[in-house]
């Protein structure tokens, strides 16, 4: 389970460092995706292959299953961690995240997220507020 939050910046090579408690979690490989409310996200390749499996049974005639499908992979790429723990965030996928220097890497249950960090403090600060009434409006998920 990946928890915890740490702020990192990213090299003028792309480069960032994975936080040493999230490598110990990580395989050899993992997989690196554009994901929701504007981040990255990090997948072990077990994780990956359960989503692509689960994505696989959504009807192709779906045009919202496609669009997903393809946002997920089209620009996904396959990691691995250099000697230091780094990882490159390609050019394209950086764009994706608004990530230019500063970012903030969180941990969220079954994989990581990279935000860029002034993106990530606005997004906390927003759900913050809302926190009771969406842990209210979620008691029924957790029966």
């Keep these: 389970m990946f928890i915890g939050e740490y702020t990192h910046s990213l090299d003028a090579k792309g480069r960032i460092i994975i936080p040493s408690k ?4 990580l395989e050899t490989n993992f997989y690196l995706t554009r994901w929701l409310d504007g981040c990255l996200a990090i997948f072990s ?3 990956w292959s ?7 049974k959504l009807p192709s005639t779906k045009k ?5 499908t393809h946002m997920l992979f089209a620009k996904a790429t396959e990691c691995t961690l250099d000697n ?7 050019p394209v996928l950086a ?12 941990g969220v249950n079954d994989h990581i997220e990279i935000w860029d960090k002034a993106t990530w403090e606005h997004y906390y ?16 998920l957790f029966s």
Excluded: M, W, Y
Aim: net charge negative.
């Design 64 to 68: 919202a299953a496609r669009q997903f």
């Design 22 to 25: 999230f490598r110990d979690e």
């Design 50 to 56: 359960k989503i692509h499996e689960e994505l696989s």
């Design 45 to 47: 390749s077990d994780q």
């Design 125 to 140: 600060d927003e759900a913050s507020e809302n926190f009771e009434e969406v842990a209210e409006s979620l008691t029924d």
């Design 84 to 90: 230091q723990g780094r990882i490159i965030i390609p």
């Design 95 to 106: 764009k994706e995240a608004n990530i230019v220097k500063e970012c903030s890497i969180i």
